[in-house]
């Protein structure tokens, strides 16, 4: 017969079978399942799950997040190989259950009271006596004693050399506990596994590959998403966020998947009566709830519940959770003001959510004003100071404060101070190309350190993964931006700039020296023209304006070592030239002039740091929230779990089972009871087995051989 022969094939995949089910069932082979689930759950919680592709992008580059995103390590708990990692860990689980709990039960129901008397011998824990009375009478004592102890005893009678049935083995055993505790903790583990699967996404992706079901990734109203999109009120698990603005009512919950969303049709539909959040002292939240009413879509019956965090409501197996809050459409007024030449100031209304068309601005490219998020409070840290600027720039190293005063949201933070700052705006300005920058505009301004000028903080960012970098603006003695807005429209006025270098150059120096103040005027001039960026050439890495460009100025005129002091004398003329201009503004626009004080310093001081900035922002128009209107929303998470309470059971079986297999000692304990010749009294032999050799167990065997055979072993101890 060949090789090739049926029977042999039979024999070969027989085998293969058997040694696919030992490794299926081999403990090896669980705990490598385990460590790839531990690993993959690691993963999991370091790498932000569902979030948009860009972010990846932005985050790691092109190829890692091509790589993440094919093999779903951006949504880790839902991928393909995750849940097939689970199902193998509950079949090998459910194989080492199934292969070992009848050799469990057959060893828990036998007492092994067939050993001989040369085995026990060969225990560690053995001991030897002679007893008065014959060997029915002590098997018997023996054999009470152990059942009172709470053993469980076994007397079995048989022949020895003295005659038949002359000898008595009496076999006991305790601790039977730590057996069943393998087959709970294993248990438990295939009923996690199994729970976990029924509550993650595996009923929804069975659903998406059989049963046609597709996320949706397009925009529009929830109404007109079609039907493949939605899943059925019977689904029988799930976990989706439901929005509900106050005063609305929603029915259909939102499940994120990697590529888009499904919706999630609900049997009732949940109204907002009323969102309440209660603060800390510093303006932090310390309750949020939600008052609503549940309306039944079956029979029209309407059940009120409060929702709080940690206290969901329960309607026909669903769970109603708390999970955040949001804005639900509020409308704000933003006031536009120009950061460029020749541009009108004007008021925008809009709603959170909403967007606006700017078809004019000033360099004539048009614009969309997208209204994003409206925050009543906003806790901040002013623990450490380190983004204030009160001191006088005249005094610092000109190279220094270019590097401390750009890129002004950098902070050190090493003492925490709370404080409620109040509401802020953030928008996105889109361009015709689609691209769109974000900004957080507070709407009051902030005082950063006590006794400093109060500041507008202006926050801007290129993408939602890089940090808000806000610019300064000083409030002026009315509490607004506009002594800084004529400020800087006045810098961009030629004409007002040469007024104002006149002023200041007549006014430092003293009449009668005619070349003195033409040589003061002329770098007033060149400085103030400098800092308006009127002398840019436009080259490539060339300074716009600013101090970027005094320093640079500075660096290709001056000797190194008299940098530091020609800085100092040129911001000084800055300085006074600036004030000189702001007077000219305020008396364009007919207001009293300022007079000096620490006021006008601090906002002197402040401006010439926000005029610097200001060249780099990235945006022609600044909006400043102006009123509002808010409207809250509840953001509730919504989960039919049906795996709950099988996790719950598997989690009680779990701590059974581990409690058992660590603090209960399986023993077995025989004494062999044989005639002495001559003599009428008893020989006995007696022998321990424990699965595990502790100093208790010493001391138990020691216990033991004293109470029943009145013999104490050799080094035993208390």
């Given at each position: ?9 039979s024999r ?13 069932a ?35 580059g ?12 951006n949504?880790?708990?839902s ?9 193998f860990?509950v ?17 828990l129901k ?7 008397e ?66 709970a903790?294993?248990s ?5 596994c ?16 059989w ?19 939605r899943?059925?009120e ?6 989706g ?13 939102i ?24 603060h ?12 609503i ?5 079956a029979s ?8 709080e965090?940690?206290?969901p ?39 959170i ?5 700017l ?6 490219d ?15 840290n ?19 404060s ?30 015709a ?11 009051l301004?902030v ?9 507008f ?5 290129e ?25 800087r ?11 104002a270098v ?11 020296r005619?070349?003195v ?8 001039a ?20 600013g ?50 004080s ?18 780099i922002?990235?945006?022609?128009l ?6 509002f209107?808010?409207?809250q ?12 309470n099988?996790v ?21 304990v ?19 087995s ?29």
């Amino acid at each position: 017969m060949s090789d090739s022969s049926p029977g042999v094939r039979s024999r070969a995949g027989a085998q293969a079978l058997r040694a696919s089910m030992e490794l299926l069932a081999s403990m090896r082979f669980a705990i490598a399942l385990l460590t790839v689930i531990c690993i993959a759950s690691v993963i999991g919680t370091v790498l932000k799950q569902h979030e948009p592709v860009g972010n990846y992008v932005n985050q790691f580059g092109p190829f890692w997040a091509d790589l993440f995103l094919a093999i779903k390590l951006n949504a880790v708990y839902s991928a393909w190989w995750f849940l097939l990692i689970l199902a193998f860990l509950v079949l090998s689980t459910s194989l080492c259950i199934a292969r070992s709990t009848p050799k469990i039960l057959a060893d828990l129901k036998t007492y092994k009271e067939n050993i001989r008397e040369k085995n026990l011998a060969a225990f560690h824990h053995k001991a030897q006596a002679t007893l008065e009375g014959d060997t029915a009478g002590q098997a018997q004592r023996i054999g009470h004693m152990l059942a009172g102890g709470g053993w469980k005893v076994k007397l079995q009678q048989r022949d020895t050399a003295a005659g038949p049935g002359t000898g008595w083995m009496v076999a006991a055993k305790a601790g039977a506990a730590n057996k069943f505790g393998y087959i709970a903790a294993h248990s438990a583990i295939v009923l996690v596994c199994i729970g976990g699967l029924l509550d993650g996404d595996l009923v929804v992706r069975a659903q998406m590959w059989w049963g046609g079901k597709q996320p949706y990734n397009g925009g529009g109203l929830i109404s007109a998403v079609p039907e493949q999109h939605r899943l059925s009120e019977r689904n029988p698990t799930f976990r989706g966020n439901l929005l509900v603005a106050e005063g609305t009512q929603a029915d259909t919950a939102i499940l994120n998947q990697s590529d888009g969303i499904l919706l999630q049709e609900l049997p009732f539909a949940i109204e907002l009566k009323k969102f309440i959040v209660e603060h800390y002292s510093t303006g932090m939240p310390k309750l949020f709830a939600s008052e609503i009413i549940i309306h039944d879509k079956a029979s029209g019956a309407q059940t009120p519940a409060r929702i709080e965090v940690n206290h969901p409501a329960s309607y026909q197996g669903i769970e109603i959770y708390q999970s955040s809050f949001d804005d639900g459409g509020s409308s704000v007024t933003l006031q536009a003001l120009p950061l460029t030449p020749g541009a009108p100031s004007f008021e925008v209304q809009g709603t959170i959510g909403g967007s606006s068309q700017l078809v004019k601005t000033s360099g004539g490219d048009p614009l969309t004003l997208e209204f994003t998020a409206l925050r009543v409070f906003n806790i901040e840290n002013f623990g450490n100071d380190a983004t204030t600027s009160g001191a006088d720039v005249r005094k610092v190293d000109l190279r220094e404060s270019l590097d401390a005063r750009l890129g002004a949201a950098n902070k050190t933070v090493t003492r925490k101070e709370l404080r409620n700052v109040g509401p802020s705006i953030g928008y996105k300005l889109r361009d015709a190309a689609g691209q769109a920058r974000e900004f957080h505009n507070y709407m009051l301004p902030v005082q950063m350190e006590e006794g400093g000028t109060p500041m507008f903080l202006l926050g801007v960012r290129e993408t939602p993964s890089a940090p808000l970098r806000y610019l300064r603006l000083p409030a002026d003695e009315q509490g607004s931006m506009e002594g800084f807005i004529r400020l800087r429209a006045a810098l961009n006025d030629p004409a007002l700039r040469e007024q104002a270098v006149r002023r200041y150059a007549t006014q430092a120096v003293d009449a009668s020296r005619a070349d003195v103040i033409e040589q003061l005027r002329q770098s007033a001039a060149r400085a103030l023209g400098l800092f308006a960026g009127a002398e840019s050439t436009g080259k490539p890495g060339e300074p716009i304006g600013g101090l970027p460009a005094l320093s640079q100025f500075i660096e290709a005129n001056v000797p190194e070592a008299e940098r530091s002091k020609a800085g100092e004398v040129l911001i000084r003329i800055l300085n006074g030239t600036l004030f000189e201009l702001a007077q000219l503004a305020r008396e364009r626009a007919g207001l009293a002039p300022l007079q000096p004080s620490e006021q006008t310093q601090g906002f002197m001081t402040q401006a010439v740091l926000a005029l610097s900035d200001v060249q780099i922002y990235p945006a022609p128009l600044v909006f400043q929230l102006k009123d509002f209107k808010q409207v809250q929303a509840s953001v509730f998470q919504v989960a039919r779990a049906p795996g709950k309470n099988i996790v719950y059971l598997g989690c009680t079986l779990l701590i059974l089972g581990v409690f058992a297999m660590l603090y209960v000692r399986e023993r077995r304990v025989w004494i062999w009871l044989t005639p002495a010749e001559d003599t009428g009294a008893t020989q006995a032999t007696m022998a321990l087995s424990t699965n595990r050799k502790t100093m208790d167990a010493d001391r138990e065997f020691a216990q033991l051989t004293e109470k029943l055979i009145g013999v104490r072993p050799a080094g035993a101890t208390q």
